[in-house]
């Protein structure tokens, strides 16, 4: 006996298990379990993809749904981890609660590198592992460094093609083929939840904001969130666009919508708020957006790559600066759609779909980018990285790049070698202060 075991935490890693099913990137297995893992800060207040509008209809692709939260109560599904020595005792356990008996079995979870996923895989030791990419996170390095015995048993990635012509980068350091669940089998799935979400609203061609709630992420403050959101309705409304639909992330607050209704009243804009959990592609089907604005949002990609919406970005210059540390796994998507869509600024590149760079020069950056990030797990990237640096750096592209960290890494436009002790030398940085002092002193006079 086979079992597989799919692991999802998103309506949209769930909907792209479904399309890879459908489409027969899985071998046959005699029972398929999808175990949920509710990953929000708060579960308890936080409804689980389980329960959410559409479910009902990717249900019908697997034999039973089990609860990860519920196996672990009380811990929290991402900061609990099996230890070593209890593993066996805890695959006995889970084989006897989900009647797995003795059967062969295979995982396909998202997120490898961090819990619960590595979790679960790190308890089922001889269980082979399928990685699928929920979003644009595969288009970047692996974000630690993975454990030999997990690494190794991954056999492929699954991923959607979203940015036509780029590779993943993630988990190329086992050596890790990438496979692409056909975009055809994804949008088909995508027209089965169309119907979902009772009590939609009912608006033809509005512009959609997308909110992503960054500051449960720490990446920004409430009060800059809020004025994010506001600046994608000024940007909308620049472009003549006076009805609106704000599509707010789910496990944000209520609150955040009121400096955006508040402003939009200022505006004279039609302004609707989608309560309703459903996934921003469900909006695309039933509204057909004239605009699709947001940050970095991986449902602005789709957008335009597979619905060929108009999009705009708004932000991610501000994200670029604040993402910490440098190896943070937001920034390779944050990267891409800052290097690929306009800002509502350019109204023609909006209109005109027209892409911010080609595919190749893209590829290089996210390369020079994935190298910067984690050169210790791809070390082969250095060359790529280096000649990148050598012909591309400059005041556009400096903002993908910190100096330190390049100077730390001995690439092109880092601090030079000869000068490199300055930041550390305590007389230098004395002087330096003393400098800025008087300047600013001679300034006042």
């Known amino acids: 006996m086979t079992t597989q075991i799919f692991m999802a935490s998103t309506l949209y890693g769930a909907a792209t298990l479904a399309a890879a099913l459908d489409s027969g990137c899985f071998d046959a297995a005699d029972r398929r379990i999808l175990l949920v893992s509710n990953n929000a800060a708060t579960p308890e207040t936080t409804p689980s993809l389980d329960v959410m509008p559409g479910f009902e209809e990717l249900r019908t692709r697997f034999d039973d749904v089990l609860s990860w939260n519920e196996t672990i109560f009380p811990f929290h599904p991402g900061g609990w981890s099996p230890r070593v020595d209890d593993a066996p005792m805890w695959e006995r356990y889970l084989r006897l609660a989900w009647g797995l ?89 995508l027209a089965e939840l169309a119907g979902t979400g009772a009590g939609l609203p009912d608006v033809e061609g509005p512009a959609v904001l997308l909110g992503q709630y960054l500051s449960a992420l720490g990446i920004l403050t409430a009060e800059e969130e809020e004025n994010l959101h506001v600046r994608m309705l000024t940007g909308a409304v620049g472009l003549g666009h006076t009805r609106v639909v704000f599509k707010p992330h789910p496990t944000a607050p209520a609150r955040y919508t009121s400096t955006l209704e508040q402003e939009a009243e200022k505006l004279g804009v039609e302004l609707t708020v989608v309560d309703t959990p459903v996934l921003a592609e469900v909006l695309y089907r039933r509204m057909r957006p004239a605009l699709v604005v947001g940050c970095f949002s991986t449902a602005l990609i789709t957008a335009s790559a597979l619905y060929g919406l108009p999009v705009a970005r708004v932000g991610t210059e ?128």
């Open 318 to 445: 501000t994200l670029l600066e604040r993402l910490t540390p440098y190896e943070n796994s937001n920034r390779v998507p944050v990267t891409i759609v800052d290097a690929l869509l306009p800002e509502p600024s350019e109204p023609a590149a909006v209109t005109e779909r027209r892409p911010g760079t080609g595919t190749d020069a893209l590829a290089s950056l996210v390369r020079a980018v994935g190298f910067a990030m984690q050169p210790k797990i791809l070390p082969e990237l250095r060359p790529a990285a280096e000649e990148y640096l050598r012909a591309h750096l400059d005041t556009g592209t400096r903002r993908y790049f910190k100096k330190r960290r390049l100077t730390s890494l001995g690439l092109p436009g880092g601090v030079p070698s000869q000068l490199a002790f300055l930041p550390r030398n305590a007389t230098a940085r004395r002087v330096v202060r003393t400098a800025r002092g008087l300047k600013r002193r001679v300034g006042r006079r």
């Open 101 to 189: 008996g003795d059967d062969d079995v295979a995982l396909a979870v998202e997120s490898i590198q961090v819990h619960p996923a590595l979790g679960v895989a790190q308890i089922f030791t001889d269980a082979p592992l399928t990685v699928y990419a929920d979003g644009l996170m595969s288009y970047g390095p692996t974000r630690n460094k993975l454990d030999p015995l997990v690494g190794t048993r991954v056999e492929r990635l699954l991923h959607l093609d979203l940015v036509p012509g780029l590779a993943p980068l993630l988990l190329t350091e086992f050596e890790v083929g990438a496979e692409i669940v056909p975009t055809e089998a994804f949008t088909k799935v």
